[in-house]
């Protein structure tokens, strides 16, 4: 704040505005206006990822943080042969692809109902998202009891349909799927308006044009909808893949606020045991040693992320020209 | 499926048909009907839940489990200390990135390009990358424990500064800042006579999503807070960690603690959408 107060008469004046007319003046000020940002970034972002790394070559503990010794690559190494880590690696990945593939899918064909004329449109959009603006502690808490093995809403449902009670919370593929199912119910309408959001910025003219040349609603969806939407649906994608590879909130409070994902850790994604090895265990080096390793997985998740959308957008853009000769179904460039 | 919607097209847009209506209604339930539960469960005991049918109402007893709740963690607490840590981020997170938004748009200075790539190359880093030496900092300075601790690091985001910069270098016209200019306007004044007004609107979207955000936070805010001075999202833990022998009392804390946001959400909700599908289209 204090930067951003005096300088603005003392610095600018940048004389008379003789030749260019369009660069506006300002040069100097301008360091001021983004000073306070990049203080904050640089203290509180920066600085502190590198660190990471630098603490995980040290066997940093939290009861003693001042004094840590250096021990090379042991964390990684300790890590790396630690079947805790595999563990967790694992269920990041399932639980991962069990909470974004169905969610995404679905965000998609509710985006393209909410795109219907329809009556209290507002009123569905914003009850859509109630889910995004409960808390994922209270919604997690919320699931955890209809998910509860004896009193929870869920196993009362399957009971009625004659389905044999499942243990949500000791089995792993059950847990996990409860686990997702909070990460689902969270982020669906949102991801769903943020689809709404591209798909009205697609023009009418498309449609119409489709429609004249006899393409049906899915059809549309098909070659009008989706292409259009690409880069969207990559931003999505890109977003929920490193929300899924940090995910810690709702394991965490599933098992009670426990650490271990589980008695059998059977739910203990890598966010999860980097928080048990930081400030349960206290060996925050480890701890470091996991941070970077999540940030590798992520970076190489995204990166197979972006190349597999190239390569089909490649692929596709083959395709539907070759399709669009065919069936007379109109072109759509994708962006 | 959705072939068989059937509606009329309209300009382009296509009404919904009855099919619509049905599945945008099954999604809307699926959505709210936790939250309805939640009401249920809190004013209903154990041996009330597990008996056949399952109760479908609420009652009353549902008063005397948020007190029963309130006893047993410090929600009022919590909410004070979210109200405080989710309204400094967000004034903090509005003017900042209001500031460095219009250097961006609309002043030329060196660097700007590389320091704009910066920040949007490192929107994507997570937050958990950090964390250790985050939290030995705080450590360090004393504010382990306090709620500074959660302020200081969310003071801004590189979102926040790249959702402004957009929007100002589309909502404030060049000629306009350049009539300023001539009239003998400094920067300063500039920002604060023509951009902030025409910024308002982008502002208050991202003091609506900076405070949800903040409000609903849980990572960071676990690792450095405590029980004894927790955001009202830490308190929860203690409601599920703690003795509570029975899950209304559970359920009723989670609802008491939840119910204030909600309500919020439900009056701006309308704003809130815009704000969200502005941000997905800008961003």
Redesign the interface.
């Known amino acids: 704040?204090t930067a951003?107060q005096q300088p603005?008469?003392a610095v600018?004046?940048p004389g008379p505005?003789s030749g260019s007319?369009?660069?506006?003046?300002?040069?100097?000020?301008?360091?001021a206006?983004?000073l306070?940002?990049?203080l904050?970034?640089a203290a509180?972002?920066?600085?502190?990822?590198l660190?990471?790394a630098?603490?995980s070559l040290h066997d940093?503990r939290l009861s003693t943080?001042d004094q840590s010794n250096w021990i090379g690559l042991e964390n990684y190494r300790n890590l790396l042969t630690n079947h805790f880590f595999w563990n967790a690696f694992r269920n990041t990945i399932t639980i991962g692809i069990i909470s974004t593939v169905p969610q995404l899918c679905m965000a998609l064909?509710?985006a393209?109902?909410?795109?219907?004329?329809?009556r209290g449109r507002?009123f569905?959009?914003?009850?859509?998202?109630?889910?995004y603006?409960?808390?994922?502690?209270?919604?997690t808490?919320?699931?955890?009891?209809?998910f509860?093995p004896?009193?929870g809403?869920v196993n009362?449902s399957l009971h009625t349909l004659h389905v044999p009670a499942v243990d949500w919370q000791g089995s792993t593929w059950p847990s996990q799927i409860a686990v997702s199912t909070v990460v689902t119910?969270r982020w669906?309408?949102?991801n769903a308006?943020?689809y709404?959001?591209?798909m009205?910025?697609i023009?009418?003219?498309l449609?119409?044009a489709a429609?004249m040349d006899g393409a049906?609603?899915?059809s549309q969806?098909r070659h009008v909808t989706l292409p259009g939407l690409r880069p969207?649906i990559l931003?999505t994608i890109?977003v929920s893949t490193?929300g899924a590879?940090?995910l810690?909130?709702e394991p965490?409070?599933y098992h009670?606020?426990?650490p271990d994902g589980g008695t059998q850790n059977q739910y203990q994604t890598l966010?999860l045991l980097?928080?048990q090895q930081?400030?349960t265990n206290d060996r925050?080096g480890l701890?470091?040693a996991t941070?970077?390793t999540?940030?590798l997985i992520?970076v190489l998740a995204?990166g197979v992320n972006l190349l597999l959308a190239r390569r089909r957008e490649l692929r596709d853009h083959g395709r539907r020209r070759h399709a669009s000769t065919v069936a007379g179904v109109p072109e759509v460039t994708t962006r | 499926m959705r072939a068989r919607t059937h509606g009329a097209t309209v300009g382009g847009v296509m009404r919904g048909g009855w099919v619509s209506y049905t599945l945008v209604g099954l999604v809307t339930l699926v959505s709210v009907f936790p939250l309805y539960y939640t009401i249920v469960m809190a004013s209903h005991t154990n041996a009330e839940m597990a008996s056949g049918t399952p109760p479908v109402l609420p009652t009353l007893s549902i008063v005397d489990n948020v007190k029963k709740a309130l006893d047993l963690a410090p929600l009022n607490q919590g909410l004070i200390n979210s109200l405080i840590v989710s309204g400094a981020i967000t004034v903090g997170t509005v003017t900042l990135c209001t500031l460095a938004g219009f250097a961006f748009a609309k002043l030329r200075f060196r660097g700007s390009a590389v320091l704009l790539a910066i920040c949007v190359a490192t929107m994507m880093v997570p937050l958990q990358m950090g964390v250790i030496p985050l939290y030995m900092m705080m450590a360090r300075l004393g504010l382990a424990g306090h709620l500074q601790a959660v302020i200081l690091p969310s003071l801004c985001t590189a979102f926040g500064v790249f959702f402004m910069r957009q929007y100002i270098a589309g909502a404030v016209p060049d000629e306009l800042i350049e009539a300023a200019y001539m009239d003998g306007a400094g920067p300063f004044r500039v920002l604060v006579s023509i951009v902030v007004p025409a910024a308002r609107p982008a502002m208050a979207v991202l003091a609506m999503l900076t405070f949800l955000t903040a409000w609903n936070d849980f990572f960071w805010p676990i690792i450095v807070l405590s029980t004894q001075n927790p955001t009202v999202q830490v308190s929860f833990q203690s409601l599920a960690t703690g003795y509570a022998p029975q899950q209304s009392i559970i359920m009723a804390g989670t609802l008491y603690g939840t119910v204030p946001v909600l309500v919020v959400f439900a009056l701006l909700g309308r704003q809130i959408v815009g704000g969200i599908m502005q941000g997905a289209v800008k961003g």
Do not use: C
């Open positions: 704040m951003v603005a008469v600018s004046r505005v007319r369009s660069r506006l003046p300002g040069r100097r000020i301008a360091y206006y983004i306070p940002f990049f904050v970034f509180f972002s920066i600085y502190p990822w660190a990471t630098w603490e940093t943080y064909g509710i393209h109902l909410l795109n219907y004329r329809l507002t569905f959009r914003v009850a859509l998202l109630m889910p603006a409960t808390s994922l502690a209270a919604a808490v919320i699931f955890a009891e209809l509860d004896k009193l809403l009362w119910w669906t309408g949102y308006l943020i709404l959001a591209g009205q910025a023009s009418g003219d449609y119409e429609a049906s609603r899915w969806f969207t931003f890109v490193i590879a940090q810690f909130g965490l409070l009670n606020g426990l966010g980097m928080y930081g400030w925050l701890a470091s941070a970077w999540m940030f992520i995204v």
